[in-house]
């Protein structure tokens, strides 16, 4: 079932988990000491398993104006993305699917699918492989949106190294199926739903910016790593293409979301909250 539900205004967020992984702090965040996480293993305890970060990978469902968007598609299932769910999960099926039908939304509602980045934990049930049969998109009606810087620096040589199978599982056959739309900068997919550039983890990392009714909130990819990043935005994620970028864009984004009082959804942590403070601090507080 879906994790967590979200009313802004007039829009409804669904925060749907497709899989999860256990990732060693050291490998993660290797520039931070084992020490400095007890704070935020006490204040967050679900987030940790030990010495190890726990990640969900999560979905969005976003309802506005009439409107479906499926903001990420998770690692994917053995028909649509088979290394990255043998290589992180060890062949754990993804449940995004499930999720969805949960959630009472058939693959066929879908009117968007919006990438916050391209990396493969982000793109997994984009397509499906059926042996006998082409290709086809997973979400057959929908308009699959990505930023153009994203998916020019994925076809590098050395990007697709990191990856070998990403590419042509998940991302290239888009552009041949006529579904793939790029944009060059904030474009709003909604009245109430604003893609926003947010660099750093990626050339063309995107975020959601939700305002409606008087509220607002911001579904930020992997703009964060987890919650303790809201207290410490200058922690580097080792998967950051642009560590010093990535930085700059986590501490805008808190200074824009506690000025207006915003909810912030964290990708591979799970939930909602708010950026508050405490003893001088600042901390992402869980609001559902």
């Known amino acids: 079932m879906p994790e967590a539900r979200l009313t802004v205004g007039n ?15 050291g490998d993660v965040f290797p520039e931070v000491p084992a020490e400095a996480w007890a704070p935020y293993q006490e204040r967050y305890p679900n987030g940790f398993s030990g010495d190890h970060l726990l990640a969900h990978f999560e979905s969005y469902l976003i309802r506005s104006e009439g409107q479906t968007i499926l903001v990420d598609t998770g690692l994917g299932g053995a028909a649509t993305n088979p290394h990255s769910i043998d290589a992180m999960v060890g062949g754990s099926e993804g449940r995004l699917m499930q999720e969805l039908a949960a959630a009472g939304v058939n693959p066929a509602d879908i009117n968007a699918v919006f990438f916050s980045h391209l990396h493969f934990d982000h793109v997994g049930w984009n397509l499906t492989h059926e042996t006998g049969a082409p290709t086809r998109p997973t979400f057959p009606n929908a308009r699959y949106v990505a930023h153009r810087a994203d998916w020019e620096v994925f076809q590098r040589p050395e990007v697709l190294e990191l990856f070998p199978p990403h590419w042509d599982q998940t991302l290239g056959p888009l552009q041949d199926l006529g579904v793939l739309d790029l944009l060059d900068g904030e474009r709003a997919l909604t009245a109430d739903v604003t893609a926003i550039p947010t660099p750093g983890h990626t050339p063309g990392s995107m975020s959601l910016a939700i305002v409606s009714g008087g509220q607002r909130a911001y579904v930020l990819g992997d703009v964060f790593h987890g919650p303790a990043q809201v207290s410490e935005p200058g922690w580097k994620f080792s998967f950051d293409m642009d560590a010093d970028q990535g930085i700059a864009t986590r501490s805008a984004m808190i200074e824009r979301a506690e000025s207006e009082d915003a909810i912030m959804a964290i990708c591979h942590h799970g939930g909602f909250g708010r950026v508050i403070r405490a003893e001088g601090r600042r901390y992402w507080q869980l609001v559902t």
């Open 11 to 25: 829009v409804e967020i669904l925060s749907l988990n497709d899989n999860e992984a256990s990732l060693p702090l």
